[in-house]
């Protein structure tokens, strides 16, 4: 399964509603995760079976989508947010994850 | 707490082999599974990989699996990746990663970077 995540990076502003898209290359179950990563760091597992948020991330980012279109919302952009974002599906072998979004500081 | 702790830095020369290791602790070893990831420089993350810490099964991404071979020492909780056959463009930070029970990478090691060049 092959994971298109859009926009490829994007510049926003603190406050700011920023949502990430990840399209898969075909139909699957909720078996999608993200995560950030910041430079020189590994990254950080955000948001599991496509919606369930993991203990300690902020409220303020979700995950939704079923089928082959999914979604990270981030509601309002904080400082520590600036990162890039990954979504990986673990419905079939080989896992695959998307190309990454950078959000960047406009 | 689960912690994953990586070897260190390698330079390899091309053709030659690298092996990764990654010990675990904080948690049973052998209730789930070890993947490994790779990133290149300025580059997305790459799943190479995934063995089971329980009985030593595996499932490579077709990419690797003429190259590679993940192992695991349960006395000392450590997982490795072996990668044959290096090229340049095998330069990367290797990561491990520790699934939850429902494969999900709740907790990663530091990474390791492995530079091939001649």
């Known amino acids: 399964i092959q994971l298109t995540q859009s926009p490829s990076s994007l510049s926003a502003s603190v406050g700011d509603r920023v949502t990430i898209t990840c399209r898969a290359s075909q139909g699957m179950s909720i078996y999608l995760a993200w995560y950030q990563q910041k430079p020189g760091k590994a990254p950080k597992l955000l948001i599991s079976a496509a919606s369930t948020l993991q203990s300690g991330v902020p409220s303020r980012f979700s995950g939704s989508g079923s089928g082959t279109e999914f979604t990270l919302t981030i509601s309002s952009l904080q400082p520590e947010d600036f990162a890039t974002y990954y979504c990986?599906?673990?419905?079939?072998?080989?896992?695959?994850f998307g190309g990454g979004t950078k959000v960047e500081i406009k | 707490q689960v912690q994953l702790v990586q070897s260190g830095a390698e330079v390899k020369k091309p053709g030659a082999s690298v092996k990764v290791s990654c010990r675990a602790s904080?948690?049973?070893?052998?209730?789930?599974?070890i993947s490994w990831v790779r990133q290149a420089p300025g580059q997305g993350l790459e799943w190479m990989g995934w063995?089971?810490?329980?009985?030593?099964?595996?499932n490579y991404a077709q990419k690797f699996q003429d190259r590679v071979t993940m192992t695991t020492d349960t006395s000392t909780s450590t997982a490795y990746m072996d990668l044959r056959s290096l090229r340049s463009d095998d330069t990367a930070v290797y990561y491990c990663a520790a699934e939850d029970s429902a494969g999900y990478y709740y907790d990663w090691g530091q990474g390791t970077l492995v530079t091939v060049s001649s």
């Open positions: 904080g948690y049973t070893f052998t209730r789930y599974g």
């Open positions: 063995i089971s810490a329980y009985n030593g099964n595996t």
């Open positions: 990986q599906q673990l419905n079939s072998y080989p896992l695959t």
